[in-house]
């Protein structure tokens, strides 16, 4: 299947992250079977909050195709995305996004509230949820796991 092929690399743009001791969430954008677009968490390296991988790898699809329109592209992310991410993944004209784990604290495809229900936008992406969930989701809690153990010693 092909989410599994790509979602694999965007778990190994999770373990960059995580690499880094950034929180491990990668994304990758494809577009007619080519990836065009790699990301990961860069938060703390850039300082910013807005370095989610997510965004990150939309601006360097907008960049490599020359448009901020990304009309038949996938974006495949590790963990469901927050509220920012959606924003910049509907303004974008992603056709479809695909994630892995589900995130209880921040997730707005689902978790929180999903904002594909709300009326009004002028697109919405489809939505495949699941892919690698169990990869994405152990990566997480092992990457949180060792940060409160290492904050105790």
């Known amino acids: 299947m092909e989410h599994i092929k790509y979602m694999r690399l965007a778990l190994k743009e999770a373990q960059k992250a995580k690499e880094l001791d950034e929180v491990p969430i990668g994304a990758v954008i494809v577009l007619n079977g080519k990836v065009i ?4 968490n860069l938060r703390e390296k850039n300082q910013s909050a807005t370095a989610h991988a997510e965004v990150l790898a939309i601006n360097k699809a907008c960049k490599k195709l020359n448009s901020w329109r990304l009309n038949g592209c996938v974006l495949y992310v590790t963990l469901e995305p927050c509220t920012m991410c959606i924003g910049a993944s509907i303004l974008s004209r992603v056709d479809g996004i695909v994630y892995g784990a589900k995130d209880p604290k921040g997730g707005t495809l689902g978790s929180l509230y999903d904002i594909s229900l709300i009326k009004g ?4 992406p ?3 949820s699941g892919i690698c969930e169990d990869e ?3 990566l997480l809690k092992t990457f949180f796991k060792n940060k409160r ?3 105790m010693e």
């Open 37 to 40: 677009a790699k990301a990961h």
């Open 121 to 124: 936008f002028n697109h919405y």
């Open 136 to 138: 994405s989701s152990i």
């Open 126 to 128: 489809w939505i495949i």
């Open 149 to 151: 153990k290492n904050d």
